[in-house]
């Protein structure tokens, strides 16, 4: 953790200055690394995390797969979009949504307009050998789990890729994407002098 920190001081602090008082938005699917990059960057620039998956389970007293069981996926949707919302109100902070919470097109607005949002792309291999680890992926459920998981990236990628700013997730050190993610942020502050 030092040697990110020091790495990325420069980067931090332009990073820092970039979001302001908005929230950096991380997106991509399940198993892209959202929570665990989300809180290496969350540390590395001293900022709150939060998931939103865990907050619609804290608001909601109830698990994610207890929430598609109960009352299906359109209304998870319903309700992982006013939490987002109300997420986004308060900032800066790291925010690491649902890979699903992006496809819904108020909540996109509402993280374009309150947030910056980074898309962590991964490719199916990665994302396979990091799903298969766990059983609480409710659209995994399937006879072909593995075949899902490609079909979601087809449908959901062209999506992903209107967010602001894109890092790949690959198989290193968790250290070097947030680096990544946070020089990605510090970049937009460069940018945005350049226009």
């Keep these: 953790m030092e040697e990110l920190r020091h790495a990325v001081d420069g980067d931090a602090e332009r990073a820092l ?3 302001g008082k908005r929230n950096l938005v991380i997106v991509g699917l399940m198993g892209a690394g959202k929570s665990a990059i989300g809180k290496l960057v969350a540390q590395t620039l001293a900022i709150p995390f ?14 994610i797969p207890e929430l598609f069981q109960a009352y299906g996926e359109p209304e998870f949707r319903k309700l992982e979009q006013r939490v987002i919302k109300r997420l986004l109100r308060t900032g800066p902070r790291v925010l690491s949504t649902g890979g699903g919470a992006f496809m819904n097109e108020e909540t996109r607005l509402a993280i374009r307009d309150n947030g ?3 898309w962590l792309d991964a490719d199916l291999d990665i994302l396979w050998e990091r799903v298969i680890k766990r059983d609480n992926r409710p659209l ?6 593995k075949k899902t998981l490609e079909d979601l990236m087809i449908a959901r990628y062209p999506t992903y ?3 602001h700013l894109k890092v790949k997730s690959r ?7 947030a680096s990544e993610v946070i020089a990605a942020v510090a970049s937009t502050l460069e940018n945005a002098d350049h226009e």
């Design 161 to 163: 890729a209107l967010a």
């Design 17 to 19: 200055m970039a979001l």
């Design 140 to 145: 995994l459920k399937t006879e072909n789990p």
């Design 171 to 177: 198989d290193v050190k968790k250290e070097a994407i």
């Design 50 to 63: 939060i998931d939103s998956d865990h907050e619609i389970e804290r608001v909601s007293r109830m698990t």
């Design 116 to 118: 910056l949002s980074l």
